[in-house]
Every structure is written in C-alpha cells, then in structure tokens.
C-alpha cells in the first residue's frame, strides 16, 4: 500500500470525537463510554458509542445515523430472499416491529443499537425467543409456534414488514 492510500484508508476508519462518564444501566458505578464517528460504505456517517462497567461488565452500545434525513417512521417489505441481506440500522431510541410475527424490540435504559442485516434481526429475536422458552417464560406452545415462523421468515419462505419509529431520526434500512 502506497502512502496515498494509507491516507485514504485512514479517513474512513471510526474518528473519536468524544468520551464521557455516565452512571452504569446497570449498576450505578461510574462507567466510561466513547463515542466515534464512522463514515460507513452505503450507510453514510454513524455514530458509534461503546462502553464497559468495569465493575460489573454491563455493555453499552448505540449507534445512530448522523445524516439521517429525518426519517422517523420506516416500513420496509421483505418479500424475497436478497431483502434478508439488507442493512438495519437501530439506534437505541428506536422501536423496532415485525407486525406479521408479533415480535417487537422497545427503546429503554438498556436498549442497545446496532447495525446488521434484516437476517441478522431475525436471529436476535430468535436468541431472545430461546432464551425466554429455556428459563421457562413463554410456554412450550409458543415457543414451537414462534420458532418455525421465525425460521420461515430466516428461509425466505415469509413475507413479513419491518417498521422501525425512531423519535430521533437514527435509524434506518439501508438499500442498495
Ligand atoms: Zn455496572
């Protein structure tokens, strides 16, 4: 690599712009998080912020788009298979449904946000689905029931709509 491009390389990596000390989510101690601005390929310029309770390993993790155009209330169809590859962005203060499955991620102090593909918020409902059947919080019935749509859905054999409402405008999907 030449140092003309090296430079290159440098300009779009994440750039600090800024740290800050906030009572952990979860335990109240003080916890240092970061934030880095990101000027992703296809998505536009992302705020990114990360943290780690050092006393309890609680994560914080958020992002947001900076450019986001005012979008607040997005409804995006998945009809066919290559819609599964599309990008989510979810900030923290989004709401996040899937109205045909009945699943719903709500914004609160714990809310994470984060950027992957319609699959990739598939699989965490699925995680989140495991999790509630294990500990026993959702009954044998909906658990099989929930699962096979969702692994419809995962195949492509489903249509379903994804809406996102984002009071701050940071979330989007991304198509291209
Ligand atoms: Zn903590």
Redesign the pocket.
């Known amino acids: 690599m030449n140092p003309e491009d090296e430079k290159k390389e440098s300009r779009v990596g994440p750039t600090l712009v800024g740290e800050e000390e906030i009572p ?6 003080p ?1 240092k998080i970061t934030h880095h601005v990101y000027d992703m390929p296809h998505v536009g310029r992302v705020l990114l912020t990360s943290g780690r ?6 994560r914080v993790s958020d992002v947001m788009l900076l450019d986001g155009k005012g979008k607040r209330h997005v409804e995006f169809s998945v009809e066919k298979p290559e819609d599964l590859n599309k990008l989510v962005v979810k900030a923290s203060s989004a709401t996040l449904r899937i109205p045909e499955l009945g699943l719903e991620m709500k914004p609160g102090p714990a809310a994470q946000g984060f950027i992957t593909t319609v699959e990739g918020v598939l699989r965490r409902f699925l995680d989140v689905l495991d999790f509630l059947c294990r500990s026993g919080e959702a009954d044998e019935d909906t658990c099989r029931e929930k699962r096979r749509e969702l692994e419809e859905a995962l195949e492509g054999r489903k249509k379903f709509k994804l809406v996102i409402d984002d009071p701050l405008g940071g979330s989007a999907v991304i198509e291209w």
Request: aromatic share 8%; proline share 8%; hydrophobic share 25%.
């Open positions: 952990c989510p979860a335990c109240q101690a916890m309770c050092s006393r309890c390993g609680y």
